[in-house]
């Protein structure tokens, strides 16, 4: 019952009365205390009770995580107490008390990962749990860590692609770095906006990150939403991949497949390549090219509207597309060709017969018509099909419609939620530019520099943030050091890529 006191001493009653300060303190020492009980304590029952049973996950996170964390070690593999400890783990890991793991990341993490690799193992799909616990431990999810990569592939391999999305829809904005030593009045129990501030490279909560694990990671989102249909932020995901910062100018075999594919995504989206971002660098982007000749060979075929040539370079290149993983695309893309040389003939057309469209696209009326009809039902053009009364098909009549603006009230939904993912963003920018402001390299920098006039103040305080009256009608992009990443993906040449 001693130990059992011990446990169950925090939180105190009072810990809402508690300061920053003395939270801190008295979780730092009674941490130290449960570190001096023996490993038994752990394991043996309590009134002929598993102590995981005494303990609610809530309250006392952090013996409860303890113990869990100890019979899972001595679990090995029997199966009847691996599925025992599954329902305890699972229990809480979606109640844990955030705050009281964040002394305790590395524990946090042990049992993450061995519920990532038991849910499979029990022969179940659903990893939900997993992405409900990263979510809890950081709602942003913006700050990258290993397992934001070992999740993606758990997803992938259990067929459960879906699964990942709670956390692929968060954009990343910071890597694990180490704090500046001049943030002391920072603790681990504050409010904190960013959770950079408590994932770090010794928090425990992220095993070492690899630059190709980021490459892996976005290659992978953008598997999951090319899958998904989501074309906007597939090609963030892949811009992000092939524009990600590297040594000497070199390029990963990575950055190829994502640039690739990057290709195939703005000739069915857009009929063309998308524009390259402004922010790549040259000599990657020429040594890149340089291997993705094949399909941007695609891309000029497709852009001049040449189905012939473009069948031709499918053909010829087979072999190339089904050993990158790209045959899919490259069919879609022709299927698109057609239909973008549909909707080309709008520029010049107000209506036409059938027939005509036929002559351009090579196939006969009847399937024409069966196939502009589909393109109509899917919203891939604004037009309609009047019959004519003799019912030949070649005689039926095309009219394009003007596409209509948005109502006046999806404009303002869509202007107040970019609103707010610009001010997410500046809230992290501001964040890397104080942290880098403290560094030993930005202070002798800045002795070298003539000082400012003491009314200076931080640019990002100076954004006119209120959306109601501003006036804004486009995506405002911007970026920073620290992993910032390009707010509205649907911008053109505006979409930047964060620099980690």
């Known amino acids: 019952m001693g130990d059992l006191q011990i446990l169950l001493s925090f939180p105190p009653d009072d810990v809402a009365k508690l300061t920053r300060k003395k939270y801190d303190d008295a979780i730092n020492k009674y941490i130290q205390r449960l570190e001096k009980l023996p490993s038994t304590t752990w394991l043996k029952l309590v009134d002929k009770k598993n102590l995981l049973e005494m303990l609610n996950p809530e309250v006392n996170s952090i013996p409860y995580m303890a113990s869990l964390n100890s019979q899972m070690k001595a679990a090995g593999k029997d199966r009847s107490k691996i599925e025992l400890l599954l ?82 829809d968060k954009n990343i904005y910071a890597m694990p770095t180490t704090p500046p030593k001049f943030l002391s009045d920072e603790y681990l129990c504050d409010d904190l906006e960013l959770s950079n501030t408590f994932i770090t490279p010794k928090s425990g909560f992220t095993r070492k990150i690899q630059p190709e694990y980021v490459l892996e990671y976005y290659l992978l989102g953008a598997h999951i939403y090319l899958g998904m249909r989501n074309h906007a932020r597939a090609r963030l995901f892949l811009e992000y991949a092939y524009l990600h910062p590297t040594i000497q100018h070199s390029v990963s075999a990575l950055q190829v497949e994502a640039y690739n594919k990057w290709v195939m995504v703005g000739l069915l989206t857009e009929g063309k390549p998308y524009p390259i971002p402004r922010t790549h660098d040259t000599g990657v982007m020429k040594s890149i090219r340089d291997v993705a000749r094949p399909y941007d060979a695609l891309a000029e075929s497709f852009v001049k509207r040449d189905l012939s040539k473009y069948r031709a370079e499918v053909e010829v290149g087979l072999q190339i597309w089904h050993e990158d993983g790209n045959l899919r695309l490259v069919k879609e893309a022709e299927s698109a060709l057609l239909r973008f040389r549909v909707m080309d003939l709008q520029k010049t057309y107000a209506a036409l017969p059938i027939g005509r469209v036929a ?23 604004q037009a309609s099909i ?115």
Not at 359 to 370: A, F, I, M, N, S
């Open 87 to 168: 329902n305890y783990a699972v229990i809480f890991l979606a109640t844990f008390d955030p705050v009281q793991v964040r002394y305790v990341g590395d524990t946090w993490l042990n049992v993450l990962d061995w519920t990532l690799d038991m849910i499979p193992e029990s022969g179940s799909s659903d990893l939900s749990p997993i992405s409900s616990a990263m979510l809890r431990l950081d709602p942003t999810a913006g700050t990258f860590t290993s397992t934001h990569l070992r999740f993606l592939r758990k997803c992938l391999e259990g067929g459960v692609p879906s699964h990942a999305l709670p956390i692929l």
């Open 359 to 381: 002559v351009h696209v090579g196939y006969p009326p009847d399937t024409t018509l069966q196939w502009v009809t589909e393109m109509i039902r899917q919203r891939h053009l």
């Open 386 to 500: 009047t019959p004519h009364g003799s019912g030949d098909a070649g005689d039926a009549v095309l009219r394009f419609h003007q596409s209509t603006p948005g109502s006046s009230a999806q404009f303002d939904d869509d202007l107040e939620a970019q609103t707010q993912r610009i001010e997410a963003l500046v809230a992290h920018a501001r964040d890397a530019d104080r942290r880098l402001q403290l560094t030993k390299e930005y202070v002798e920098y800045t002795k070298r520099q003539k000082r400012s006039g003491p009314d200076a103040v931080d640019m990002a305080d100076q954004m006119d943030l209120s959306w109601e009256n501003n006036g804004v009608g486009g995506g405002l992009m911007t970026g920073s050091a620290g992993g910032m990443v390009g707010l509205d993906e649907d911008d053109g040449d505006e979409d930047i890529m964060g620099g980690f």
